[in-house]
């Protein structure tokens, strides 16, 4: 292993995670309770979350209701705000039931396709 935050300690926390990432760049809306709508774009996502930009600050901890479109439908989703950094958000889904599966098969889509691609240098 390497320094405290080298690159394998960095890949160690990345393979501990339940729900593995995927590059992912679609629009997002974010209804926080009691504000407008809050718009940004989406950087990953997994079985169970996933990662937006925002400019406009959503506190961490609320129960938001997520919208946004993905290859196999359309996704309304609960969830909560789990982190920030800078304008990093990080929202864990809440909700259960087919909106689930939509967001499960895009993710092993994604799996399938950014294993098979050429990386970026």
């Given at each position: 292993?390497?320094?405290?935050?080298?690159?394998?300690?960095?890949?160690?926390?990345?393979?501990?995670?339940?729900?593995?990432?995927?590059?992912?760049?679609?629009?997002?809306?974010?209804?926080?309770?009691?504000?407008s709508v809050v718009r940004g774009h989406t950087v990953d996502i997994s079985e169970s979350g996933i990662a937006a930009m925002l400019l406009v600050e959503v506190p961490v901890g609320e129960i938001v209701r997520l919208e946004f479109i993905l290859p196999f439908?359309?996704?309304?989703?609960?969830?909560?705000?789990?982190?920030?950094?800078?304008?990093r958000y990080g929202f864990q889904?809440?909700?259960?039931g087919p909106v689930r599966e939509t967001i499960r098969r895009t993710c092993q889509e994604l799996a399938i396709t950014q294993t098979t691609s050429p990386k970026a240098l």
């Open positions: 292993m390497q320094g405290q935050f080298g690159a394998a300690a960095s890949r160690e926390f990345v393979e501990q995670r339940a729900s593995p990432r995927h590059a992912l760049d679609v629009e997002i809306r974010v209804y926080p309770r009691g504000s439908g359309d996704v309304e989703i609960l969830a909560v705000v789990r982190q920030r950094t800078a304008f889904f809440l909700d259960s």
